[in-house]
């Protein structure tokens, strides 16, 4: 390897020597060119830009993906300059999981039946996840992080420039000052056997000093300017990130949304099934006690289908709402577990957390209270309540 002793000594003495002044400057032992207001503003909000952007970015990685291994797992496949092998979401797992259960425990159990329909679920859930994971990579932090790769570098390595070009400047300032100051104090106490060389080397070593003041001067005005214009480019930047922001908030709304879509596919599921096996089960007791021989539904009977909160007919019938008084006692308070929407006119919409008057009516099913909210009544659910004494 060749190596330019000369050029590496230069560099060396420059280094050491804006190095010496720049503690001086922070020591008050020497003068130090001032930026303008408004371009001191221009460096504290790119700085504020930079700082924020950095804790923005890193803290959406946590929330993307917050298992650090992973993360650190997927920074190094992009050093390596290599493809992340694809990694199933938590939920892919755990809808895995729950469908090797339900084979085991038996498709046709009402546990592993309802495993399927979880598990099902779940892997829909992890889909969508992932899903929103690659759009918000896309849109969001890929931007981020392009700024902080590749513009803030070029605006700190411009940075770095114009503060060695200060440094010259204050250096060549420095210089004329003391050739001035030297020149002046020859002039005052003349040495008359050699007045004519001194005061012309003085005078020549001064002009040298002016000539290089000005070269730095231009030069430090030149990159001054092309610092300027980067910096400005900030509001840019304020600007794309503003699109990118928008763009995550789109893909998280359209994840949220998906998720409380198969949820609420997933409720209407095991709201069926549970109403298909809690009517089984009731003709089965209410038979058994009766002696009476047990008639099962046909699955081609409509009313086989029927939702678990929709009364059957004969029941609606029998119970008219609006007639019905409460007894002089047997009245309870009851706490909401889970909203519940009314699904017709008989029954009384439910909101998690509220409190309620229940009480029951002879010849009503067991399945069902009526409930009164100041004066609204109908009826609800048994499972959507917590009695309390």
């Known amino acids: 390897m060749d190596f330019n002793v000369r050029k590496l000594a230069t560099d060396a003495g420059i280094f050491f020597s804006r190095a010496v002044q720049f503690t001086e400057e922070k020591l008050g032992q020497a003068e130090k060119t001032e930026l303008d207001a408004h371009f001191e503003n221009l460096l504290s909000r790119a700085d504020c830009t930079k700082n924020w952007t950095e804790k923005i970015y890193r803290q959406t990685e946590v929330v993307l993906q917050p298992n650090p291994g992973a993360r650190i797992e997927e920074f190094l496949y992009e050093k390596l300059d290599r493809k992340v092998p694809p990694r199933p979401t938590n939920g892919e797992i755990l809808g895995q999981f729950m469908l090797e259960a339900a084979k085991e425990f038996g498709s046709g159990t009402p546990y592993g039946s309802t495993l399927?329909?979880?598990g099902d679920c779940q892997r829909r859930l992890g889909g969508?996840?992932?899903?929103?994971?690659?759009?918000?990579?896309?849109?969001?932090?890929?931007?981020?992080?392009?700024?902080?790769?590749g513009d803030w570098r070029t605006i700190s390595?411009?940075?770095?420039?114009?503060?060695?070009?200060?440094l010259d400047l204050d250096a060549c300032k420095a210089r004329v000052k003391k050739a001035k100051a030297a020149e002046t104090k020859a002039a005052a106490v003349p040495d008359f056997q050699e007045t004519r060389p001194r005061n012309y080397v003085l005078s020549a070593s001064a002009s040298a000093a002016e000539h290089e003041l000005r070269v730095a001067q231009t030069e430090f005005d030149r990159q001054a300017e092309v610092t300027r214009?980067?910096?400005?480019?900030?509001?840019?930047?304020?600007?794309?990130h503003l699109r990118c922001l928008c763009e995550f908030v789109e893909a998280q709304a359209m994840y949220y949304s998906q998720c409380h879509k198969y949820m609420l596919e997933l409720q209407r599921e095991l709201d069926i099934f549970n109403y298909k096996t809690i009517t089984s089960e009731s003709i089965i007791h209410k038979n058994a006690s009766s002696s009476k021989k047990v008639h099962f539904l046909s699955p081609t009977?409509?009313?086989?289908?029927?939702?678990?909160?929709?009364?059957?007919?004969?029941?609606?019938?029998?119970?008219?709402?609006?007639?019905?008084?409460?007894?002089?006692?047997?009245?309870?308070?009851?706490?909401v577990l889970y909203d519940y929407d009314a699904a017709d006119s008989s029954e009384l919409s439910l909101r998690a957390d509220e409190l309620i008057t229940v009480y029951t009516?002879?010849?009503?099913?067991?399945?069902?209270?009526?409930?009164?909210?100041?004066?609204?009544?109908?009826?609800v659910p048994v499972t959507y309540l917590e009695l309390l004494s």
């Open 116 to 118: 399927i329909k979880v």
């Open 128 to 149: 969508a996840e992932r899903e929103f994971l690659q759009t918000s990579s896309i849109s969001f932090l890929i931007p981020l992080r392009n700024f902080l790769e």
């Open 157 to 166: 390595r411009e940075r770095k420039l114009l503060e060695n070009r200060r």
């Open 229 to 240: 214009l980067l910096l400005e480019g900030i509001s840019s930047t304020h600007v794309n």
């Open 301 to 335: 009977d409509p009313s086989a289908f029927l939702p678990l909160n929709s009364p059957s007919p004969l029941e609606t019938d029998a119970l008219q709402i609006e007639e019905v008084q409460p007894p002089a006692s047997g009245t309870r308070k009851a706490k």
């Open 361 to 379: 009516v002879p010849g009503m099913d067991s399945d069902w209270l009526i409930g009164e909210r100041g004066n609204q009544k109908g009826k």
